[in-house]
């Protein structure tokens, strides 16, 4: 029986892809397997964009993998099963697979539940993380913003509908990071108006890639449809 394979979980950064670590390059390069998240349509992902300048073509099997997006429990373990066992396919087989994604690999990652179904079910396969650089924190180096200094505390979390919430985060951190703000962001622009922080907010999509944008004024803001990979950083 050949030895199992390693599982890789590549934090490649957030856009830029001088952002990848000299690790995380040096699997790519030794990894003959690399497993990327793929839309079903339109265009590429920044995980799968980076990892292609790093490989030789035709040097790597390039595996990409369709991930549900959907709520459904059923239809949800029935699609991660069969991802996982694709992949385990060529684990099995002795070889390594290094799985590229956004940012960090633990840090709201798609690799984070890989690894849990992997563990269920082939509990004997190594896995190893290698650490990237997230969007939160290519967005502090392209505002020029420190996002805590001294004893200043820092809150990083998902923007939601709930308001009182979104409020309390503010109210309990000098620095607050809401992730994926664009689906509530006249609310959280409404909240900053009335505490008084409409102008300590910066706003950034596909932070540090080709196709990066940055906001500082919230009034341009208000009636905008942005990209899902968008984030907001208040510095009160």
């Known amino acids: 029986m050949s030895k199992i394979g390693t599982l890789y979980g590549l934090g490649v950064g957030p856009g830029d892809p001088e952002l990848i670590t000299v690790k995380a390059f040096r699997l790519l390069q030794q990894s003959p397997v690399i497993a990327y998240p793929k839309k079903r349509m339109g265009s590429k992902s920044y995980a799968h964009q980076i990892a292609e300048l790093y490989v030789q073509p035709g040097d790597k099997e390039m595996l990409g993998l369709v991930f549900p997006m959907t709520r459904e429990k059923e239809i949800l373990e029935r699609e991660w099963n069969k991802t996982v066992e694709i992949v385990w396919e060529r684990l099995s087989e002795g070889k390594d697979v290094a799985f590229v994604t956004e940012g960090d690999p633990m840090f709201y990652s ?127």
Do not use: C
Request: hydrophobic share 50%; charged share 25%.
């Open 110 to 236: 798609t690799f984070i539940h890989m690894m849990r179904v992997m563990h269920e079910e082939h509990p004997e396969v190594p896995v190893v993380t290698i650490p990237g650089v997230s969007s939160f924190l290519g967005a502090a180096s392209r505002f020029n913003l420190p996002l805590a200094d001294g004893d200043e505390q820092i809150g990083i979390i998902p923007a939601t509908e709930d308001k009182e919430a979104m409020r309390k985060a503010i109210e309990n951190h000098d620095t607050i990071v809401f992730l994926k703000v664009a689906k509530v962001l006249p609310m959280i622009i409404d909240l900053l108006k009335d505490m008084g922080l409409a102008e300590k907010a910066a706003v950034a999509t596909k932070v540090t890639s080709a196709e990066e944008m940055v906001w500082t004024d919230m009034r341009e803001l208000e009636r905008a449809e942005l990209s899902y990979l968008t984030l907001m950083v208040v510095k009160k």
